[in-house]
């Protein structure tokens, strides 16, 4: 059962900031390559891909092959299907527990900042692993506690100070160690790997994302304008954003 609240305020956040996700990771690079090409390097570029909880759906002009973007956000769709207005994109708005496809429909499945917050997620997996191939796979971008550098600690501490809160999920505890969760739902860890991507925060707008792209339920008014007043001070400063990508195969 989905903690109390979180639902109703992932709708609301979703409709009123459509695209803030990628909004701040657009800002960022790890190892050469940003986020969500992170997540496409792990699949075959011919490959048919369900871009489960797509957003704005990024991936959709990275990855070659057919990919279809499925979102619980009409807002979100809508800032999707405007990346090519001129065609039709395979647009979905659908649950991510209640699939609309047949059995072994693709090869992969993306799922980017998502995977953290879908609720049941025993369902939400085995209806991933319903839809996949044999052999196919999952490849999920999920936030991560490091790797960090002193200067980001020092500035994730600032923040969490004056928001007076860590930054929790409802799925962490099943997300620690995955083996046994993806084991229940048929898929097989190929591997979970940690990177610190880089952010410069160049401007006020980039800062203002450092705090409104977070899921911060229940925050009040006065902290988050307490937490805008901390990344404002980051201007002209790199930030450290860790991530985490998991890779499982069915």
Do not use: K
Not at 49 to 56: E, F, H, Q, T
Not at 70 to 89: F, H, T, V, Y
Request: with cysteine.
């Amino acid at each position: 059962m989905a903690a109390p609240g979180w639902r109703e305020y992932l709708a609301d956040f979703h409709a009123d900031r459509a695209g803030i996700t990628e909004d701040l990771l657009g800002h960022t690079t790890g190892g050469g390559v940003d986020p969500y090409r992170w997540i496409t390097n792990q699949i075959d570029p011919a490959d048919r891909v369900l871009d489960l909880a797509c957003g704005s759906g990024p991936i959709s002009a990275l990855h070659p092959g057919p990919w279809f973007g499925m979102d619980i956000s009409a807002s979100e769709l809508e800032r999707a299907q405007a990346r090519s207005p001129a065609q039709a994109a395979p647009l979905v708005l659908a649950d991510a527990v209640a699939l609309p496809f047949v059995p072994g429909s693709f090869d992969a499945v993306a799922c980017s900042m998502a995977l953290m917050v879908i609720q049941p997620i025993d369902a939400a997996l085995a209806e991933i692993a319903r839809v996949l191939r044999p052999g196919g796979r999952l490849v999920a971008l999920l936030p991560s506690a490091g790797p960090l550098r002193g200067g980001d600690v020092l500035r994730y501490g600032q923040l969490l100070v004056a928001l007076r809160r860590r930054l929790t999920y409802p799925n962490d505890r099943a997300l620690a160690d995955a083996t046994a969760l993806l084991a229940g739902a048929g898929l097989s860890p190929l591997s979970d790997e940690r990177r610190r991507f880089e952010c410069h925060v160049a401007d006020p707008q980039t800062a203002a994302l450092c705090v409104s792209s977070l899921y911060l339920p229940g925050a009040s008014p006065e902290r988050l304008a307490r937490a805008f007043a901390v990344t404002r001070g980051w201007v002209g400063q790199t930030l450290g954003v860790p991530l985490r990508l998991l890779v499982a195969e069915r």
